[in-house]
């Protein structure tokens, strides 16, 4: 078996964020409630609190008035390109006057009522509120945090990944994958043996969260090596007559499957017929000729999310201002709202494999093929389930003797070794 260092296998769950639920609404309520409490407990006279109150009510209103003044002054000179000419959709875009404006002036109309002679003007009052609102204003101590900024994109779908999970899927993943049953269909019956677990005729879409996406999957693993085209779909398309929508059919080959069935059968072989020995060469860096021929092949159809490689390019353009904290927040957004839009979608049910994965910090020559396999035997044990009616169970990289049929040959030479439990 491959010694390379392996890490437990993160779940999707504990890499993706799900959505913000209303646990920050909710303890605002609570921490309002304690407030209340702690006033009423308090024992202060009611007049004095409730002059209090209403002042500090006056100071946010006015504070909401002088910020929409100082957007009104930037927006007037925009009229026609932002707000197609009107005065009135300006004023409503830099004030909230459903609000604002009966909240200002019935909590100003209390505070003058309630206002004691303190031999102060009302004037000055409010000259001193609005200076300090202006000075936080000019100072920007009234910015959204990081985290409200992220949560009202999301909320309005106004994120880049949110605009590019949709592209992706209505411009290419809708038009695609109500075809690829019929695409494997046609490959199966040329090649019976090939595409033997119907669970995994599906496109499996891999979504690097790094984004760092290869052009050649050959190249991202040695494990994973092209075998044919499936039948291509033509459609005129954006004024593009006959565009071509094709996928490419892999063949994964299973390291780990060979490696224990060697290590099991290692003291029976006779000395010279094994020239290459899996406890002495973790590696796997020279493989015998026969090797290829021996190990577990998996077929599937994987790519890459495409979108993910505008995500890196934004990253590396200085003039797109998009760090590499953010790419990955957006690569993880990006696979919530493309799984969210495919789980309502009904043409592309059981059509699809979403892949996400964070590569370790080490090096793993055969990581990718680990990732993709770990998830073609999911597939297969649900395909089990179904047709066995057994429980699901984790998938296992090892395999007892009782399942084993191992044909040994009594040549020298090695010979091939067949495993009638695949």
Known sequence: MSQEPQQPRQPTALLIPKARGGRAQRATYLLLALCAAALYLAGEPLTPAARSLTFHFVALEIRALLKGICYLAEEIFHLQSRHRGSFWRALSACFSLRWHGPLLLVCGSAYVALRDGDGQPLGLHLGLVSFCELLVLALGLQKPSAVEISEMSEKSKQNVAHGLAWSY??????????????????????????????????????????????????????????????????????????????????????????????????????SPALHWDVRTSPSLAEKPPWWWDQTRLWHCAVEYATPLQSLYAMSQDEGAAFSREERLEQAKLFYRTLEEILKGSKECVGTYRLIAYEESGEAETHFLSREILWHLRQQRHEEYTLREGNQPHNPSTTLSSTELNIQISESDLPQPLRSDCF
Do not use: Q
């Open 169 to 270: 899927y209505v411009g290419y993943l809708k038009i695609v994958l109500p075809r690829v049953k019929k695409s494997m269909e046609e490959f199966s019956r040329a090649n019976p043996n090939a595409l033997v677990c119907r669970e995994t005729w599906k496109l499996h879409i891999l979504v690097p969260l790094s984004c760092d996406i290869y052009d050649d999957l050959e190249k991202a693993d040695s494990n994973i090596r092209y075998l044919t085209d499936l039948t291509e779909t033509t459609l005129t398309r954006a004024g593009t007559k006959k565009r071509v929508y094709k996928h490419s059919l892999y063949t994964i080959r299973d390291e780990d499957k060979l490696c224990v069935c060697l290590a099991s059968i290692y003291p029976l072989l006779p």
